[in-house]
């Protein structure tokens, strides 16, 4: 292809604008005894956030899950069988006239807007109220469409060549030479593009469909949690803010694409994503990859409002966000002790405090067991400690006023908690929290997104008030009548401890993720799970950690932006 033609009549004008947000579902019927692909579509209109429902998604769940997880291939194939599909012409002509449409890929829903044209782009910017100044990812559906947006004669950079070959379609954005094409309000004025090609047969059908290239950031409020189901959408976009949802069911890598930069040397990943770094530095050149903020950091990037910066609030609920942090407090952070002991080979986070296990330092994910029970009990001590600092009034802890604590496992030491005694770790409590203390004071729900069970579905939780244990909980008190509502009465079982005990009188309403030892399931639950409980009404949601390492070093990304407390573990 090349560059197509801006949009040839004038797009609707604010007035004219829908009051309703359609939601057209393409689900894919992959089965494998027929030895092919069966596109269906289901056509659902909703209105006011109207939203395909439950039903809906979870049907395209299964088979938007068996067509992407890690086979480009196989959603390249599904793409071809989408052809002609009438809701992705319905959203091809859309996106012809410069409208906007959230469409599925493997990684979050995006919403999508021609990327050549800047009234279209305009538009994307104003639905997501998304900052001027924050460029936008540009999916290809193939090689010869990301060729056709330059001069004749252009090549890819070498660098770039196996990788792309081997990782598109996929959740790997790289960044190029900007195009002469490419507007201004893409790129934000950067001499560099991002680019993808998205591993999803509905992405992929419908920008072959258009012939021309999508800037697509994810389709949520700017600031919110990305959305990984039509209905977040719709939660966020719906009620005429787009015009037009695609449902292609649930995301099935739940975090958005890697950002890889291999135009600057040594090259770096911006943003952690859906592939690891382990699974790029095999490659030619590739071979000192750095993860930015892991690695390294650089005080440009920092201010910039481009992927790694934290110039922009990111990936937030509504309920603030307390994360339990495995890693050392060092593996957070950007020393510049931890940039140099990269460029001399050693792995940044390492050694940096022997009283942490080795899976806290990336390094131990065979610990999986005792990550888990870490991580259970600093839940429970912070639970603890929320009950009684609701019941009793909470009070500000001059010494641990700052956005950090280190709480080692032992309940002695420098901690001026003035706390019940027998809490092994102190939050601080500063103004916004004493407000939110009164919210839980006057019954407010505490949410928990847990990585520590095991044996319990992702999704919401809910325990009977007399179970046994957590693991008991999780094995007898979940079916799938339960799951889905949040009664919060009761909250957890009698015989988890002293915390839990302490904060019957609070609503706990908790989310599986999955378990820490399986970070990529973690990471296809995040967001859902953020949504889930800021839905529910938790005053607070407390989030357990994964270890910093393979796909957990995208959720923990994640979280540490999301978060307005960090509590190392
Ligand atoms: O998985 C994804 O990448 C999803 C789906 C929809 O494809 N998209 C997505 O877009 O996450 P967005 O806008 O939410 O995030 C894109 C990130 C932004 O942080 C932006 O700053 C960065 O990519 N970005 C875009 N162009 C860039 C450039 N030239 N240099 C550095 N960062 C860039
Ligand atoms: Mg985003």
């Known amino acids: 292809m090349t560059g197509a033609a801006a949009p040839g009549r004038a797009p609707p004008t604010s007035s004219e604008q829908p009051t309703v947000t359609e939601v057209l579902t393409v689900s894919l019927d992959l089965s494998i005894d027929s030895g092919g692909l069966e596109a269906a579509s289901r056509d659902r209109r909703g209105s006011g956030g109207g939203v395909a429902g439950e039903e809906a998604s979870t049907s395209g769940r299964t088979a938007t899950t068996t067509a992407t997880s890690g086979h480009g291939a196989a959603a390249a194939a599904a793409a071809t069988q989408l052809a002609g599909h009438p809701a992705i012409a319905r959203a091809a002509s859309i996106l012809a006239e410069g409208g906007v449409v959230a469409i599925p890929t493997e ?19 104003a639905a997501k109220n998304r900052p001027a100044d924050n460029p936008l990812i540009i999916h290809v559906s193939s090689l010869a469409m990301l060729a056709g947006l330059y001069p004749p004669g252009w090549e890819l950079p070498p660098i770039y060549e196996p990788v792309l070959r081997d990782l598109w379609p996929g959740p790997l954005t790289v960044l190029l030479p900007r195009s002469p094409l490419v507007p201004d309000a893409v790129t934000c004025g950067l001499p560099t593009m991002a680019v993808r090609m998205p591993a999803h047969p509905v992405a992929l059908a419908l920008i072959a ?34 015009p037009l949802i695609l449902d292609g069911g649930a995301c099935s890598c739940g975090v958005e694409s890697t950002v890889l930069d291999a135009l600057r040397s040594p090259p770096a990943i911006l943003r952690p994503g859906g592939v690891t770094r382990e699974a790029l530095v095999g490659y030619r050149g590739l071979e000192a990859l750095q993860v930015y903020r892991k690695d390294f950091t650089d005080a440009a990037l920092e201010a910039a409002p481009t992927t790694p910066g934290m110039k922009y609030r990111h990936y937030s609920p509504t309920a603030p966000v307390i994360l339990l942090d495995p890693s050392p407090p060092a593996a957070a952070a950007t020393a510049a002790a931890t940039a140099a002991a990269a460029a001399a080979g050693a792995t940044a986070a390492n050694g940096a405090d022997s009283s942490h296990s080795s899976s806290a330092n990336g390094h131990g994910s065979g610990d999986g067991e005792g990550l888990g029970e870490r991580l259970r009990q600093a839940t429970e001590a912070l639970l603890a400690e929320m009950a009684g600092s609701a019941l009793e009034g909470w009070r500000p802890i001059p010494a641990l006023a700052g956005s950090v604590v280190t709480a080692s496992s032992s309940s002695s030491g420098s901690s001026s908690s003035g706390c019940n005694g027998s809490s092994s770790r102190s939050v601080p409590l500063d103004p916004p929290t004493l407000e939110l203390a009164s919210r839980l004071a006057g019954g407010g729900a505490v949410g928990v997104l847990r990585t520590s069970l095991a044996g319990a579905p992702p999704g919401l939780l809910q325990r009977a008030p007399q179970a046994k244990t957590a693991a008991a909980a999780a094995h007898s008190q979940v079916d799938d009548g339960e ?4 009664s919060g009465s009761g909250g957890v079982g009698g015989g988890e401890g002293a915390g839990t005990r302490a904060v019957a009188a609070q609503r706990v ?27 529910a009404g938790c005053v607070v949601i407390v989030v357990e950690g994964v270890a910093d390492e393979g796909a957990g070093v995208a959720v923990m990304n994640r979280l540490r932006k999301a978060a307005s407390r960090v509590v190392h573990v």
């Not at 990684?107 to 910017?125: D, I, M, P, Q, W």
Request: glycine share 12%; with cysteine; aromatic share 6%.
């Open 107 to 125: 990684t979050v829903y995006g919403l999508a807007a021609n990327a050549l044209s800047a009234e279209a782009v305009g538009r994307v910017y």
């Open 209 to 242: 469909a258009c012939g021309f290239p999508l800037a697509a950031p994810s389709a949520n409020s700017s600031g919110r949690p990305s959305p990984t189901l039509a209905k977040h959408v719709a939660a966020d976009l719906g009620g005429g803010v787009i």
């Open 509 to 535: 309403i908790e989310y599986v993720l999955g378990h820490v030892s399986r970070p990529a399931e973690v990471a296809t639950e995040l967001f859902a799970g953020l949504r889930a409980l800021d839905e």
């Open 483 to 486: 799951r889905g509502r949040s």
